[in-house]
């Protein structure tokens, strides 16, 4: 049987995995001087192209519990054993693959293009009571392995249990799969189609050799080169309706969200303009009893006071700034390049670009620091290089350890290691110093429209649903709600073997939150300083960020109900990095909300007079 006729019998999400590709040639070529700089090597250039007899190339890559995809392994970790051939050109991975724990073996099995070739074994493999224990643990847990021919991957099961027996059931026969056919289309010098059937079933059992054996064949497809990943997608799933229904609902909570701001400003505000504007001898006797002015004109000489913890405000506004600006260069690149279909290079997409973009953080962080009158300008852009990637690195070798134990693939070499830490002292500390100092030169000084009191202002009390706190869980809930269709999607494609593909989908609903959040965070800071509660910058902050506690515990809900994934490597890499998602989307959401909110806040203030 095929691995698709087995995954297809699985009530688990259907299983697609990321497919190998190589970029277009503009991101190879940026990708590669990064690389290039900081000591790492990309994968070695291939053009697709074969001789008739000419060599192909099969890879082994990982195997692992089916339901587990991040707990994956060397594929001769399991006992298994290679073809005749012994010498081929090694395989050179790039930082992408080398984190997404990549680890690309040669089988030893001879292969020439065009060339069938009869069943023949290449190895065989005498059973002792170890290697039994070890292939039923790997039958029992659902174990498959992944391959790569030209890039195209393939997929195998190692065993199969005996009729009528399940996984939980104890005892019974345990068979592996020793044959392997391969079937390639070819579309005139180019293979364009793989595809990997498994047969001859053997009992396990201890003492007995079992032979393995392979099987090529050849047969010429109409499938376009640029074509051959099409196979690997799932249009069903990803174009569904209830994605395109997720969307227009998103769109109509931002119309009712415009409308809303619109309505605050040009009614209520207006209202307040004129209730401010009017003389004091059109005031009736109330007004004049408890006094002409109320509201968020009352704290006037306050709302531009600095924040408290200026430093690290300032320091995550520039974070928030460059992860926003990262978030749509990937996005782009992604629709120009098509990145899925690349092994590993969406990864060092991310990568190169938040390090190419450091200067953004430097310079709107810095410059927020200087306008709110920071003195300690290098201990914030040392802060601002690193307070990202030290919690992102932080998480990342945490669970490394895990890997190591248990001798993982997703194990982070220590070269790899040096890699990163050497793209972050030369690549990110200097951009970063760099767009520090030139938003301390070109962002000026601090233009506000009303002075600051020398004294504080005492805040009054409020009604509880108008304490910063309230106002800050609140504020994330909208744009949960804009996005959480979306983020479905993605935690399928990345947990449950889906591709992603529709990034034009991905850029929609970005476009979408930024409305959702900047106009929820206008609302709540309206609210907060109507009631003479001038702390509007940390929460318009915290506001937009909330929805990162609301991405965590659908993170939870998804664990739980979506996926069947089990042990602690597993757990602990899916919530870490889960953890790694909702702190960033929050940095980014609460800079956006800050940014609306800091022009909302200067835009009415500017338009009321002030004694």
């Not at 790039?94 to 074994?121: H, N, P, R």
């Not at 702190?583 to 909110?597: E, K, R």
Request: neutral net charge.
């Amino acid at each position: 049987p095929t691995f698709r006729d087995w995954r297809d019998r699985q009530p688990a999400a259907r299983c697609s995995a990321p497919v190998p590709h190589r970029a277009d040639s503009m991101m190879r070529a940026l990708l590669l001087c990064l690389l290039l700089a900081t000591g790492a090597v990309l994968a070695d250039e291939h053009e697709h192209m074969y001789e008739n007899k000419e060599e192909i190339v099969l890879w082994m890559n990982t195997v692992g519990p089916y339901h587990n995809r991040q707990e994956t392994y060397r594929f001769f970790t399991l006992p298994f054993c290679k073809g005749p051939v012994k010498f081929i050109s090694h395989h050179h991975e790039s930082i992408g693959e080398a984190l997404q724990g990549v680890e690309l073996e040669f089988s030893g099995l001879e292969m020439k293009f065009k060339e069938d070739k009869a069943k023949t074994e290449f190895c065989s493999i005498y059973i002792d009571d170890e290697m039994r224990k070890t292939l039923e643990y790997a039958v029992k847990n659902h174990y498959w392995y992944q391959m790569y021919v030209d890039d195209l991957p393939a997929w195998a099961l190692v065993g199969d249990f005996g009729e009528g027996r399940g996984e939980h059931d104890e005892g019974g026969d345990v068979y592996i799969w020793t044959h392997k056919k391969f079937d390639f289309g070819v579309n005139d010098n180019q293979i364009v189609d793989v595809n990997v059937t498994t047969g001859n079933r053997v009992k396990l059992a201890t003492g007995v050799t079992i032979h393995f054996t392979y099987q090529v064949s050849w047969k010429p497809s109409s499938i376009p080169f640029e074509d051959r990943f099409d196979k690997y997608l799932d249009p069903t799933f990803f174009q569904h309706r209830i994605h395109w229904f997720s969307i227009f609902n998103s769109f109509m909570m931002v119309i009712f969200l415009v409308g809303l701001v619109a309505m605050i400003l040009m009614r209520t505000l207006r209202k307040d303009y004129a209730r401010y504007g009017r003389e004091d001898d059109t005031l009736d006797d109330i007004e004049r009893d408890i006094g002409e002015e109320y509201g968020w004109k009352q704290v006037h000489g306050d709302v531009f006071r600095p924040p408290p913890n200026l430093m690290w405000f300032s320091t995550v506004i520039g974070v928030g700034y460059q992860l926003a600006v990262s978030a749509i260069a990937v996005i782009l690149i992604a629709i120009a390049g098509e990145l899925y279909t690349s092994r590993g290079s969406l990864l060092t997409t991310i990568i190169f670009v938040y390090a190419a973009t450091s200067p953004v953080c430097g310079f709107f962080g810095g410059g927020l620091y200087l306008r709110q009158g920071g003195k300690e300008w290098i201990k914030q852009t040392a802060l601002s290089a690193a307070l990202f990637p030290a919690f992102v690195c932080g998480i990342a070798f945490a669970i490394n350890f895990i890997a190591i134990y248990y001798h993982a693939s997703r194990a982070i070499p220590f070269t790899t290691m040096l890699v990163v830490v050497a793209i972050w002292v030369f690549v990110i500390v200097p951009l970063t110093l760099v767009g520090a100092v030139l938003g301390r030169n070109l962002t000026g000084t601090a233009d506000n429209p009303c002075r600051v009191n020398p004294l504080p202002r005492p805040i009054p009390e409020k009604k509880w649903f108008m304490e910063p706190a309230v106002i800050v869980l609140l504020g994330g809930i909208l744009p949960f709600g804009s996005i959480f269709i979306e983020m479905y999607f993605i935690f399928t494609s990345f947990w449950a073997y889906k591709i992603y593909y529709v990034f034009g989908f991905m850029l929609l609903v970005f476009l979408i939150l930024v409305v959702v959040v900047v106009c929820v965070v206008i609302v709540c800071t309206y609210f907060l300083l109507n009631a003479e509660d001038y702390r509007w910058q940390w929460t318009s902050f915290l506001a937009g960020a909330s929805i990162s506690v609301y991405i965590y515990l659908y993170s939870i809900y998804y664990f739980v109900f979506k996926t069947k994934m089990y042990g602690a490597f597993q757990t602990s890499f899916y919530f870490g990095y889960m953890l790694i998602l909702s702190a960033g989307v929050g940095v980014l959401c609460g800079t956006l909300g800050y940014i609306g909110a800091n022009v909302f806040v200067r835009q009415i203030y500017r338009n009321v007079k002030i004694d």
